[in-house]
């Protein structure tokens, strides 16, 4: 915890703190500009803040630069630093006497004390989770509406994640983040890849066309296959020039065999004609012509008949020859498909089918690469869909049960808060926004009251180390409400810094309790600081004002 600032610009040179609440009270007169808010700033500089240097650079530029010494213990064992306003990225690591050891940059610093405090949380950092919740004037996080902004332009998507972080559920969130971050990434390589002409840029309409075109190539590549494995009549067209001779040398044989076997048709034919008995017809040719010459037509048939038997013995002959001439074109024949069949094995295929597969196989493995880049594409953002809608799904649960916790707490307190049995606060938060009120009472007071609530629920449900409220919050809450937080807050093991004035306007016994608490007291006649420069602009402007009456 927090056990004393020292700096020999304060009035009161050093601030001892303790456990649990610490007030800083201002006067009964509610007297503004006495440093309430500036020591709430400078204790949350302390825990490693910038927005001192940043809010208040009105001190720097009256006091000059300065530093301040202070002191963390934790399990009895004291640690010592200083922290000055011209070198505030690192803190010096000091000895019991104040003396510089060595300096370390502000985020060591903050890592030492989420360390000691035991409050490491996966990629949530010391400041992150404590400023969040110092909330002093001047900084970004009063909203009263948005209990979980840090800054003002922070998106609520943001300051969700910083919840979920703060109570510990993040981590398996996480790993869905994580990987949709990497198929996000892979797509985006995809798309810039594309986009670069690395690899093609596939829409959908020419995806299917390349499925139908794919299709084709496949039954054409298939085909060839079975026309190189086999003889068929058709490989003529792809065969080599070998091949094709042997074919056409096959042709002119089948040609010379269909001429033979014609002869030898006829020739059969003509032997197997016999002679004709021409006298039945000579007989009626009588009858009807009594003076036609029979002996001349039968010497002419004696003739013929002389004629075919010295025929025949010549077409015994050509039958002979002309089958054993068939005979051997046939044996060319079946030697020829021999030779081509072994020509047309895949081992031996002719260059020109060898070339035609290669080509169809690379237009199909073209066309297939870039269908599978586009489905590759579609499978990431299928993947990322389903991951979103999975990480949503948990997501949604883990903040219900993180809500449900924070309302219960809520409602616990609202009760010591309000007694006469108002409606609690309700945190409810939906994807990457979330609303914070009270149903039917939108009054200011409430408001604070619930922004209030809201922390110290935080306090005693998560590791959050220490909450500083500044008074301007306290200021709009209803005097009985109010008391009843300051009750709340004397029971808290943790620091509870607070900055509050006008105790006379409290009960007895809230102001007593204050009083127990108090870490400062300051007032119109006890500063912060031991310098008021409003006082000496107040001067100024008077002298300025002096002068030039004079000169008139």
């Given at each position: 915890m927090l056990l004393k600032i020292i700096c020999d610009k304060f009035v009161q040179k050093e601030i001892i703190f303790h456990n649990g609440l610490n007030a800083i009270v201002g006067d009964d007169n509610a007297s503004n500009s006495i440093g309430k808010s500036t020591i709430l700033m400078i204790i949350d500089f302390v825990f490693g803040g910038d927005d001192y240097i940043k809010k208040n650079h009105d001190a720097i530029d009256h006091l000059g630069q300065h530093e301040f010494k202070f002191l963390f213990e934790f399990s009895e064992e004291k640690f010592y630093f200083i922290r000055n306003t011209n070198e505030y990225?690192?803190?010096?690591?000091?000895?019991?006497?104040?003396?510089?050891?060595?300096?370390?940059?502000?985020?060591?610093?903050?890592?030492?004390?989420?360390?000691?405090?035991?409050?490491?949380?996966?990629?949530?950092?010391?400041?992150?989770?404590?400023?969040?919740?110092?909330?002093?004037?001047?900084?970004?996080?009063?909203?009263?509406r948005k209990p979980i902004q840090y800054f003002e332009k922070e998106k609520a998507a943001e300051s969700i994640i910083a919840l979920l972080k703060l109570f510990d559920k993040f981590r398996i969130i996480k790993v869905f983040e994580e990987q949709i971050k990497k198929l996000i990434d892979e797509r985006n390589f995809l798309v810039n890849a594309a986009k670069k002409e690395f690899?093609?840029?596939?829409?959908?309409?020419?995806?299917?066309?390349?499925?139908?075109?794919?299709?084709?190539?496949?039954?054409?590549?298939?085909?060839?296959?079975?026309?190189?494995?086999?003889?068929?009549?058709?490989?003529?067209?792809?065969?080599?020039?070998?091949?094709?001779?042997?074919?056409?040398?096959?042709?002119?044989?089948?040609?010379?065999?269909?001429?033979?076997?014609?002869?030898?048709?006829?020739?059969?034919?003509?032997?197997?004609?016999?002679?004709?008995?021409?006298?039945?017809?000579?007989?009626?040719?009588?009858?009807?012509?009594?003076?036609?010459?029979?002996e001349q037509i039968e010497r002419v048939d004696a003739f013929h008949a002389s004629l075919t038997k010295i025929l025949k013995e010549e077409l015994l002959g050509a039958e002979k020859e002309v089958k054993a001439q068939i005979l051997e074109i046939e044996e060319q024949i079946l030697s020829l498909d021999d030779t081509i069949n072994s020509k047309l094995t895949i081992k031996n295929a002719p260059k020109f089918a060898v070339d035609k597969i290669v080509e169809l196989a690379a237009q199909i493995k073209q066309l297939s690469d870039e269908n599978g880049y586009f489905t590759k594409k579609e499978n990431l953002d299928d993947s990322i869909k389903s991951a979103i809608e999975n990480m949503d799904a948990l997501k949604e649960k883990v903040l219900d049960e993180m809500c449900s916790q924070i309302n219960i707490k809520m409602y616990e307190l609202n009760k010591q808060i309000y007694i006469d049995g108002r409606r609690a606060p309700t945190l409810n938060i939906h994807g990457n926004k979330y609303t914070f009120n009270t149903y039917g009472d939108t009054g200011t007071g409430t408001a604070f009251a619930n922004l209030l609530t809201f922390?110290?629920?935080?306090?005693?449900?998560?590791?959050?180390?220490?909450?500083?409220?500044?008074?301007?919050?306290?200021?709009?809450?209803?005097?009985?409400?109010?008391?009843?937080?300051?009750?709340?807050?004397?029971?808290?093991?943790?620091?509870?810094?607070?900055?509050?004035?006008?105790?006379?306007?409290?009960?007895?016994n809230t102001a007593q309790l204050i009083e127990s608490y108090k870490v400062l007291q300051l007032s119109k006649d006890k500063l912060l600081f031991i310098k008021n420069w409003k006082q000496e602009n107040q001067k100024l402007n008077n002298q300025d004002l002096a002068d030039n009456t004079t000169k008139s």
């Open positions: 990225k690192s803190v010096a690591v000091c000895n019991e006497t104040f003396e510089i050891q060595e300096s370390i940059k502000v985020g060591e610093f903050t890592s030492f004390l989420q360390e000691k405090y035991a409050c490491q949380l996966e990629d949530l950092s010391f400041r992150n989770m404590v400023g969040r919740y110092f909330r002093v004037y001047g900084k970004e996080n009063l909203n009263e690899i093609p840029r596939v829409t959908k309409t020419l995806f299917n066309k390349n499925e139908k075109k794919i299709e084709e190539l496949n039954q054409q590549l298939e085909s060839l296959k079975v026309d190189i494995v086999s003889v068929s009549a058709n490989i003529e067209a792809l065969i080599s020039k070998e091949v094709l001779s042997l074919r056409k040398e096959k042709s002119t044989l089948l040609i010379r065999e269909n001429v033979l076997r014609s002869r030898l048709i006829r020739t059969q034919t003509n032997l197997k004609n016999k002679n004709i008995n021409i006298q039945p017809e000579l007989e009626q040719l009588l009858n009807y012509f009594p003076n036609f010459n029979v922390d110290l629920s935080l306090l005693e449900l998560t590791c959050l180390p220490a909450i500083a409220h500044d008074l301007p919050l306290l200021k709009n809450i209803e005097n009985s409400a109010l008391e009843n937080i300051v009750d709340i807050y004397s029971r808290s093991k943790k620091q509870i810094f607070i900055a509050i004035d006008k105790l006379n306007s409290y009960s007895k």
